[in-house]
């Protein structure tokens, strides 16, 4: 299945430099298409749609700015406030908000300084995923679908809210990317971001070691083989994730307040068949979509070990999805799974397999995409 592309030793170096600006204009113009269509289903539902519960003020901004996006502007605004036992901001984790930050004195709104950061980090995500896929198939038409099934996905409006899913996105795949080039210190330092954007960003460890096995194993050495000095790298992973338990036993004298601040709204590790059975509470439709995407991204995951994926994504996709059927609840399920691009690469591979697949996919992921985001625009909750 996988395969190289085929050029002269003098082609390599110009190749190796401009790698990920192969097929960006098919790129572009799947992000430009999918936020356009966003924005036009946000103005256009609100103009027919009953406001829901957790109604909002009209507008583009208030709608991608809210729900968890107004606890990371209220983060990169105040700060981190924690109390034990009340819903707190620790609750998240801390570069995103650190970034938009730095950023908000260029454009004297932190909501609006959101927004076109995580459009920014969305933008370079499908540009690397375009490359990453590269990478093993030569097929042009697998990259681009794999990129054009990212920007339309079902909950996509994520992608551009004040929200981590494209930071998380960009820094997971420009690990993945990285490690290809056998560039280990870059890999690493995007892994160490990549645990200070979430606490699953820890996992990234284990797929890029699979990754440095590959090109460092030798047979004849054996386990001496990995004894390289590149293999400490590996040892800053962790260190984004620990220095937030730093700053909270430092700041509120307790290195859990993350843990402690998660469990409120009843986020905890438990086993995957309580997860499932937790399930049975949520209303009917959201039930029905939550399940149907998991059941989905389960069988991708399936199929990729069939069509023999690299190893080290379907590593990726098997622990975020494992640590997803733990978590207590199905509550965030769609927006959980929208990161996890191996699941896209997967269905790209498929579509080729299938003539006319491609077409029934992304009909049902556009109609997906069309519903979720009204619900959302109109307050009406979704995930």
Known sequence: ??????????????????????????????????????????????????????????????????????????????GYEFQPGVESNTGFFPLYPMLVRGIAPVFRNTGFAAVVLSNLFLLGAGLLLNTVVRLDFADPIISRTAVSLLMFSPV????SSAYTESTFLLLSLAAFFAASRKQWLVACLCGMALSATR???????????????????????????????????????????????????????????????????????????QTIANAKSLPPFHLWVFASLLGAA?????????LKVRLSHLVWTGLLLATYLCSNSLEAMP?????????????????????????????????????????????????
């Not at 960003?201 to 096995?213: D, R, T």
């Not at 029934?360 to 909750?381: D, E, K, Q």
Request: with cysteine; aromatic share 14%.
């Open 1 to 78: 299945m996988r395969s190289e592309p085929v050029s002269s030793p003098g082609d390599q170096p110009l190749r190796a430099r401009y790698a990920i600006l192969r097929g960006s204009r098919a790129v572009v113009c799947s992000f430009l298409a999918s936020r356009l269509l966003i924005i036009a289903i946000i103005v256009l539902s609100q103009m027919v749609f009953a406001p829901g519960r957790f109604g909002q003020p009209t507008g583009v901004l208030p709608v991608l700015t809210n729900w968890d996006g107004a606890w990371y502007l209220g983060i990169a605004e105040h």
């Open 156 to 159: 996509s409006y994520f992608f």
């Open 199 to 273: 606490n699953v960003g820890l996992l990234i460890g284990l797929p890029l070691f699979i990754e440095f096995v590959r090109q460092t194993w030798k047979r004849d050495a054996g386990c001496k083989s990995l004894l390289t000095p590149r293999i400490l790298f590996f040892a800053l992973i962790p260190l984004g994730f620990l220095s937030f338990m730093w700053f909270t036993r430092v700041a509120f004298h307790d290195p859990l307040a993350y843990a402690h601040a998660t469990a409120v709204w009843g986020r905890k590790l438990v086993p995957p068949w």
């Open 298 to 306: 389960l069988l991708l995951w399936a199929t990729g070990i069939w």
């Open 335 to 383: 927006r959980y799974l929208s990161i996890v691009f191996p699941l896209f690469i997967i269905m790209a591979v498929l579509t080729t397999r299938f003539p006319g697949s491609l077409e029934t996919i992304f009909a049902v992921s556009v109609a997906l995409l069309t519903i979720c985001t009204a619900l959302s625009a109109n307050g009406y909750w979704m995930t």
